[in-house]
């Protein structure tokens, strides 16, 4: 419950501190207001002059990972990985897109460098598709697009005008006539056939402005950006005034950054062509003199083709050697035959199939066979004498005399066979063991053959291709939308300029209050007093508008209100004081000039206005200010310290217009102030004055200046410290305090003077202990405003 409670203090505590700080500024809410005023006017006069701003926008889709730059057109070499890491992306072409150069290229196409001007009656309005004639320079030099320049036209009819350049005439021409100048030629043509207006100006303007410049400015006003992270769709914005020239602007660098894309493929792609072709024609010679060398080397070594060659070659070898093997054989069974008939009886048969593919021999031995066979049935039944034995005996001898020349022809014969198969076998093989020799050199020349064939044949494919990219080269982007500008201006918005301008109206005014107050360190109101010390607060004095004037019966004034709530919050810390003794008031302040004097005399006329029986002494005797509010005489109170036997009555005069206010004058100014201030007599005096007063109140000297006021202290029932608002400094506030904190100010308590409630507490009522006056005690005087005073002097001169 008690934490509750804290909490809702301190949430109230919060909602007034708020207020306060609301209350600082709201009491200069007439300044406020017509600052606000001003800017509101401003801000009019500025959208009536301001030249409004149109925004252009267009959309285009950017190939992201193109084969961009080199890479479009090296494509055609891309299996020889030469386009590695030539990727592009979307962040890379929007560089370019804004680059320097195309924004140029865009401006000298569109003539963007010369602007053209109509004279109005306010401002100057710039023209571009309605002006009615059109500078064209040429045979410029280096300097024309350096400097700028500015023209102005009269058309003086419908086919004359005269020219002027800064101010100096250049003579009347027409149309279509060329006019010499220093850094170049010029020609006006007329857009129109009727460009003289009776009924409206023909003065103009022209001005030639820097190319670097207006690149420049035009490259700041370009945005683009992406449409999303994700997205390859480009925006291109600009502002300008004219809807027309920043569409046109637009689409142009759109169709430059194409076109430029387009030129750079088109120009690699030449570039390549070209060196397609040079290498076409170096190949082709060296692919001639390999396809020759190969023709020589296969005549010189008898060969056409070396591979299938070698496989004849290793087939008849194989053939070769088994037909020797064949020959051998049967030489050798032609041998073993040989043999034979040279060592077989007469009656022996010969073997019919051991001579091979040999008719004559076969036939012999048949016939030999025959011939044995009957001599031996015959020899079975006769006698080896029988003439017919002997017939068949010579008949067998002379057959196998013939089977041995047939033998012996047969060996002759697979002889020379054998020997021309060896021969032959011999010649395969020594070309056989040339063919690895034969087969390496030339596959040397075949391979150079081969590549050269192979690059030959790539490079036409590859200049094919190339042909067919220059035939089709396509842009870097797409455009989604053309340029268009909105029809509503982006600059100025009347609501934004208005609301900036009423921020700026209500912030000016609080931020030189701010930084004022920042800057100011006096004291403005008891809220700079209660937080820095705890000295009791009696209350606050308004500011008076008669300084010298004492409080009467019949004063209503808010002052007057004011020092009797002090007068009133006063009794309390009296209530100690002895009934039978005068109440003892002691005035002080921390620095002259801070209404010390003023507070002591109007306290006293008040109490004295009571019924109370009131002495007023001045103690100030280094600066006595009394005599400002009455009348007085020189001698007083030093005087009577000064001298002895002296009677205190002689010196005290009462007041005239109150009944029981008695004042004690300063007297001179004496030069021993504090000798005086410390005698006993004054303590005695006291003791005295105490018994016929009811109260006392004395006007001392500043704290902070002398010690005077805390020598006599110790005579003080109560101590008033003085505190003049918008002049003491805060830091003064540590004084007062460590005189309460010392006790050397017995009963202290602070008055802040000179306060202006109305601007303190605003809407013209206080809180506290000065709030009576804002509801009916008091009585404000109603002035008037500086502008009224000034009519009526003014009427009445």
């Known amino acids: 419950m008690k934490e509750h409670s804290s909490l809702q203090k301190e949430n109230a505590d919060a909602n007034i501190n708020v207020k306060e700080e609301l209350d600082k500024y709201l009491v200069y809410w007439k300044w406020i207001l017509f600052s606000i005023l001003i800017c509101l006017m401003l801000a009019v006069v500025y959208l009536r002059f301001a030249i409004p701003l149109y925004k252009a926008s267009s959309t285009i889709l ?25 990727k592009s992306n979307v962040d890379n072409e929007i560089e370019i897109i804004k680059s320097r150069t195309v924004v140029e290229k865009a401006i000298k196409k569109l003539g963007f460098n010369i602007s053209y001007y109509a004279y109005a009656r306010v401002k100057e309005v710039e023209m571009y598709e309605d002006k009615p004639f059109e500078f064209v320079f040429f045979n410029e030099n280096q300097k024309f697009y350096e400097s700028g320049k500015i023209f102005e036209m009269k058309l003086l009819n419908a ?42 100006s023909n003065d103009y303007k022209v001005t030639v402005n820097s190319l670097k410049n207006v690149v420049q400015r035009y490259k700041g006003k370009l945005s683009i950006a992406p449409i999303s992270k994700n997205s390859s769709v480009v925006e291109l914005a600009i502002t300008d005034p004219i809807k027309e020239k920043a569409e046109d602007f637009i689409n142009s660098i759109v169709e430059i950054y194409n076109q430029d894309a387009i030129d750079d493929k088109k120009f690699i792609s030449e570039k390549t062509q070209n060196f397609i072709q040079d290498r076409l024609k170096i190949i082709s010679v060296e692919l001639g003199d390999v396809e020759k060398n190969a023709e020589q080397y296969k005549k010189y070594n008898n060969v056409t ?28 069974v032609v041998a073993s035959m040989q043999d034979f008939m040279n060592k077989k009886k007469k009656d022996d048969l010969v073997p019919t199939n051991i001579l091979p593919g040999d008719a004559s021999s076969l036939s012999l031995i048949m016939q030999h066979n025959e011939l044995v066979l009957q001599r031996n049935r015959l020899v079975k039944d006769g006698t080896i004498n029988n003439p017919v034995i002997q017939n068949i005996d010579s008949k067998i001898d002379e057959t196998n005399k013939n089977i041995n020349e047939s033998i012996s022809r047969l060996k002759a014969s697979l002889t020379i066979k054998r020997n021309d198969l060896q021969q032959q076998d011999n010649s395969l093989r020594g070309k056989i063991s040339q063919i690895p020799t034969q087969e390496r050199e030339f596959r040397v020349i075949d391979r150079q053959q081969k590549i050269k064939e192979s690059l030959y044949l790539y490079l036409l494919q590859k200049r094919e291709e190339i042909a067919i990219s220059l035939a089709v080269t396509a ?277 802040l003077n000179d306060t202006n409630w109305g601007k303190t507490y605003g809407y013209g009522y206080g809180y506290g202990y000065g709030y009576g006056y804002g509801y009916g005690y008091g009585q404000e005087v109603k002035k008037e405003s500086w502008f009224k005073n000034f009519l009526k002097k003014f009427s009445k001169s």
């Not at 080199?70 to 494509?75: A, F, N, V, W």
């Not at 279509?176 to 009727?194: A, C, F, P, T």
């Open 475 to 751: 842009p870097n982007s797409k455009l989604i939308d053309s340029a268009l500008a909105n029809n509503k201006p982006v600059s100025p918005v009347k609501n934004m300029v208005y609301l900036i301008a009423l921020a700026f109206g209500i912030l000016l005014p609080i931020g030189i209050i701010y930084v004022s107050q920042l800057l100011d360190t006096k004291i403005k109101s008891r809220q700079d007093i209660e937080g820095k010390t705890s000295i009791p607060f009696l209350g606050d004095v308004p500011k008076s508008d008669a300084h010298e004037e004492l409080i009467s019966t019949n004063s209503r004034s808010s002052t007057a209100e004011a020092i009797r709530i002090v007068r009133t919050n006063l009794e309390f810390l009296l209530a100690n004081v002895v009934q039978d003794k005068a109440k003892t008031i002691f005035v002080t302040s921390t620095i002259p000039k801070e209404g010390k004097t003023f507070m002591a005399i109007n306290l006293a006329s008040t109490i004295a206005l009571s019924g109370k029986k009131v002495l007023l002494i001045g103690l100030d005797i280094r600066n006595p200010k009394l005599d400002e509010y009455v009348k007085l005489p020189s001698k007083g109170l030093t005087n009577y310290l000064s001298k002895s036997n002296e009677d205190i009555e002689d010196y005290i005069i009462k007041n005239e217009g109150f009944e029981q206010f008695y004042i004690l004058p300063s007297g001179v100014i004496p030069p021993n102030p504090v000798d005086l201030l410390m005698n006993d007599k004054l303590t005695v005096l006291f003791d005295s004055l105490k018994q016929q007063y009811d109260y006392i109140v004395v006007d001392t000297a500043p704290v902070s200046l002398v010690t005077d006021t805390l020598l006599i202290a110790k005579n003080a029932d109560a101590f008033i410290y003085v505190m003049r608002a918008n002049y003491l400094d805060k830091r003064f506030v540590k004084v007062a305090e460590s005189f309460y904190k010392e006790r050397k100010l017995p009963n202290m308590a602070i008055v």
């Open 305 to 332: 083709d070396i591979v299938s060659e070698a496989g004849l070659y290793i087939q008849n070898s194989a053939l070769f050697e088994k037909e020797l093997i064949e020959t051998e054989t049967q030489l050798r």
């Open 159 to 200: 086919t004359d005008f005269q020219l002027f350049k800064d101010d100096k005439s250049l003579g009347i021409h027409k149309f279509g006539e060329s006019i010499k100048l220093l850094d170049s030629d010029l020609v006006v043509y007329n857009k129109h056939q009727n460009v003289f207006y009776k009924d409206k």
């Open 62 to 86: 950017v190939k992201d990972e193109r084969k961009g730059a080199l890479q479009s057109e090296l494509t055609a070499f891309s299996d020889l990985g030469l386009t590695t890491g030539l």
